[in-house]
């Protein structure tokens, strides 16, 4: 009995060693590779889909006057002239003035609360931060119309004419409604943004850095500008480029203070006009075809240039990078 017994499990050994050494099934990593591209070529088909959709209503005005849309100051529905200087200049000097007053608030506001603010006031800042981020674009229009113009017409327009007017920047009459205050309410729109995301870059900035500094007799000031916001500048330059997106195609609250006057100035108190603004004020108005795709080109001029700040900002931000690098290897 013991004999024929030995062989049958010394056969029936191999069996399931072959059982316990049998790969495990590749169906679940590829269905969920196979999963997360297809989400992520999803968004490539909807930009594209987006970009086709714009060419597409304004082929006639892109046929009709081609390059010179984009050199051409005038805009005359009633002539069906049209040309989209005006709202492009508007589109980036609004931006530029917004980039200049919310990119220092905000990269000192998140290096505060990462760095230097006690426990007890850090998580209420950073709820008022949020509670900001979540204000309607309306009502911060409405805010800027009844408290914010009036404010600045008052007292910082004539205090900068005074200061600054022998510039051509801050010189003619003021109106309250103008370039420099959708300047100001787009800044007030991408402060928390920027501040939200640059805090979240900051705490992710290994301890070992800080500590690292300390031991080298660094003080406060010189660890959190070396060690921290040195290390984490790429990340703080993408959160820029998150509120330049943002701030290029704001719409409703910069509708309501910028002037939505089809002008190029030199100076920041005269009224100007954006690609967004332009669309949602005369987008209902629009009674002829042409008119209509003028105003589709210049949903697609707008999205053209959201894309090029992007493309340019990457190249910008490779570029840091290949400079750092080569001077790490230095």
């Not at 013991?2 to 049998?22: F, K, L, Y």
């Not at 007292?155 to 300047?183: C, H, N, Q």
């Amino acid at each position: 009995m013991d004999a024929i017994s030995g062989p049958a499990i010394a056969a029936a050994e191999p069996q399931s060693a072959r059982r316990v050494m049998t790969p495990p099934s590749r169906f679940g990593d590829r269905a969920f590779e196979w999963l997360t591209l297809a989400m992520a070529m999803a968004v490539v088909v909807l930009v594209i889909l987006l970009g086709w959709e714009l060419c597409r209503g304004s082929s006639p005005a892109i046929r009709k006057f081609g390059f010179h849309f984009l050199t051409t100051s005038t805009w005359d529905p009633v002539a069906e002239q049209f040309g989209a200087l005006p709202f492009i200049y508007g589109t980036l000097v609004s931006s530029l003035i917004a980039l200049l007053l919310a990119v220092p608030l905000s990269i000192a506001t998140a290096a505060y609360l990462t760095e230097l603010a006690p426990l007890w006031i850090r998580q209420p800042l950073v709820s008022l931060i949020e509670m900001l981020a979540a204000i309607p674009s309306v009502i911060l229009g409405l805010w800027g119309i009844f408290v914010m113009i009036p404010w600045l017409r008052d007292y910082p327009f004539p205090l900068l004419k005074r200061v600054f007017g022998w510039t051509p920047f801050f010189t003619g009459p003021i109106y309250g409604t103008s370039m420099l205050a959708g300047g100001i309410i787009i800044a007030i729109m991408i402060l928390p943004i920027i501040t939200s995301v640059s805090r979240e870059i900051l705490r992710s900035v290994p301890n070992l850095q800080r500590e690292a500094a300390y031991a080298l007799g660094a003080t406060r000031w010189e660890v959190t500008r070396i060690a921290v916001l040195s290390y984490a500048k790429k990340g703080l330059f993408g959160a820029v480029i998150l509120g330049l997106g943002r701030a290029l195609g704001e719409t409703m609250a910069v509708t309501m203070v910028i002037g939505n006057t089809p002008q190029i100035a030199a100076s920041l108190f005269k009224p100007g006009y954006t690609l967004a603004s332009v669309i949602a004020n005369e987008f209902t108005e629009a009674t002829t075809d042409l008119y209509l795709q003028a105003l589709f080109e210049i949903g697609l001029v707008l999205l053209g240039t959201t894309i090029l700040a992007n493309l340019l900002a990457q190249a910008l931000l490779q570029t840091m990078s290949t400079t750092s690098t080569t001077r790490a290897v230095q």
